[in-house]
Nanobody
Framework: QVLLVESGGGSVQAGGSLRLSCAAS???????????MTWFRQAPGEEREGVAA????????YYADSVKGRFTVSQDNAKNTLDLQMNSLKPEDTAMYYC???????????????????WGQGTQVTVSS
């Protein structure tokens, strides 16, 4: 079974940057089971929304329109981590950020919450104006 642990959240002023990391563990078999890893976020009173995703075998990436050009998703196979570099942060980026994994490719449904079977506990990102 895969365990996902997020880190790197914090508080930053608008225009600043943060880098989130999601570490996957659980043994080689389960790590290799993952084919899509995705960052979601959820603000208080809002639905959970997809932010960015990567298909692990071909490294295809997907982004929400609201973060294109500001966020970059990447994977480090040696460390079994999924990273999210967030630049030019805005107050509306404030949310709890979650990492999720699925055995299927990301594809057009990458931002569908119901697609994912494994989730981390989340890391808080707060952007002040």
């Amino acid at each position: 079974q895969v365990l996902l642990v997020e880190s790197g959240g914090g508080s930053v002023q608008a225009g600043g940057s943060l880098r989130l990391s999601c570490a996957a563990s659980g043994g080689t078999y389960w790590i290799n089971w993952i084919n899509c890893m995705t960052w979601f976020r959820q603000a208080p009173g809002e639905e959970r929304e997809g932010v960015a995703a990567i298909t692990t075998d071909n490294r295809s990436t997907y982004y929400a329109d609201s973060v294109k050009g500001r966020f970059t998703v990447s994977q480090d196979n040696a460390k079994n981590t999924l990273d999210l570099q967030m630049n030019s942060l805005k107050p509306e980026d404030t949310a709890m950020y979650y990492c999720a994994a699925d055995w299927r490719s990301c594809g057009v449904n990458w931002s569908n919450v119901r697609k994912y079977t494994t989730w981390g506990q989340g890391t808080q990102v707060t952007v002040s104006s």
